[in-house]
């Protein structure tokens, strides 16, 4: 759609080159203007005497074919949006990802570390507290033989 779009924009700009053409080509109410400068006499003698209805004609419907195109291309771009604005609505959220904070996430490891530590050395000494208990236990055990 977005070629055929580009397409009818340049023939809408060739039709506007035209119609300047065509106005600048007739004659003014006063048989001057630029009508007469540009050739006036000369759009005469090829169009035949009755120059003014035929130059008439082929503004008003080169004005008719201008206005239909400025309308078709108004609704094409239209549609192009909409379905641009469609196709970026169905696509996934983009999220911005969080600033790293290095020095928060250097604090954050060495705690975990300290508590890692803290965890492991009350553990051990537990273990020493149950294993002397265990010792104790048996030395205190009398000996059967």
Not at 23 to 44: F, I, P, S, W
């Amino acid at each position: 759609m977005s070629i055929l779009a580009d397409i009818l924009t340049i023939v809408l700009v060739l039709i506007s080159l035209f119609l300047i053409l065509v106005v600048l080509l007739q004659k003014g109410n006063a048989n001057g203007g630029m009508g007469a400068a540009m050739g006036g006499g000369m759009a005469e003698s090829a169009l035949g005497a009755d120059t003014s209805n035929v130059l008439t004609k082929i503004t008003r419907n080169t004005a008719i074919v201008f206005f239909v195109m400025i309308f078709g291309l108004g609704l094409a771009y239209i549609y192009l949006n909409s379905a641009e604005q469609l196709a970026d609505d169905n696509a996934l959220p983009e999220f911005a990802a969080p600033e790293a904070n290095s020095a928060g996430l250097l604090e954050t490891l060495s705690g975990a570390e300290t508590a890692a530590e803290q965890a492991a050395d009350s553990l051990g000494n537990q273990v020493e507290s149950a294993a002397e208990e265990v010792d104790a236990a048996v030395a205190d055990e009398p000996k059967s033989e």
